[in-house]
């Protein structure tokens, strides 16, 4: 008689687990949410960390939604006035240098922004998960003494840079604490680290973070975010071809 009541408390423990549990669309809909407001402008410095030594590049730009981005590069004086602009699937390239505009396209976009670890490609990538990956939720583990969701990303959706993304979610932030981007094959290509975040009108946000292409030497590429405004107007003008040279 004593085995039913048992069994009773045994399954309303797993029940209850799993209601606490959210499903792995809730989590990476929330993660959405969280890291792609409607606006933002950010002033950031770009760490390369190369065979040869380390070099810091820094930059402010300005994004809208997930289509459009406007980037303007502002030290070293090498490549100061260097401007970058995302319209949809076409990105665009002003040098001061040769006063030309150039459309990055093709094979093109598979080359590394600055000598980083990011390519023109990781630029064009919609941030937005929800939208292009089906998510299984793996299991948790701990990241950045932080209790997290590990979840597997599948592309459903094709040609994608990356079709498999591992990522590890903070599950009271809804901020990815380490991804891991994978190739057709599910051989590993990039992973990204962050360490360090902050809070922003209310939004958890990465502060510094570590990327890393797996086939390259060097130490990875640290982003670092000095000053970043959510939910702020930009006027249409930016995100045009036309600011490109002015």
Request: net charge negative; hydrophobic share 35%.
């Amino acid at each position: 008689m004593k085995i039913i009541p048992l069994i009773l408390i045994t399954i309303i423990s797993i029940a209850a687990l799993a209601a606490e549990q959210p499903e792995a669309e809730t989590i990476i809909r929330r993660v959405d949410e969280n890291i792609t407001p409607e606006t933002r402008i950010a002033t950031s410095s770009m760490v390369v960390h190369g065979r040869r030594g380390s070099r810091t590049i820094r930059s402010r730009s300005w994004i809208r939604g997930t289509d459009q981005a406007f980037t303007e590069y502002l030290a070293p004086p090498r490549e100061a006035g260097t401007k970058m602009l995302k319209l949809g699937d076409e990105l665009w390239i002003y040098s001061p240098d040769t006063d030309r505009t150039i459309q990055i396209s093709g094979h093109m976009l598979r080359e590394p922004v600055m000598g980083s670890d990011l390519s023109y490609e990781d630029h064009m990538e919609d941030p937005q998960l929800s939208g292009r990956y089906t998510p299984e939720l793996e299991g948790e583990k701990e990241v950045m003494d932080r209790d997290c969701w590990v979840l597997y990303l599948t592309a459903k959706v094709d040609n994608l840079s990356y079709p498999y993304i591992r990522i590890w979610v903070d599950k009271e932030r809804y901020l990815p604490l380490r991804e891991e981007w994978y190739g057709s094959g599910e051989s590993l290509l990039k992973t990204l680290e962050v360490n360090e975040v902050i809070q922003i009108q209310g939004r958890w946000f990465p502060k510094r973070m570590l990327i890393k292409d797996v086939l390259k030497d060097g130490d990875g590429t640290e982003l670092v975010i000095e000053e970043i405004e959510f939910d702020a107007d930009i006027p249409d003008h930016i995100f045009s071809r036309a600011a490109l040279r002015d």
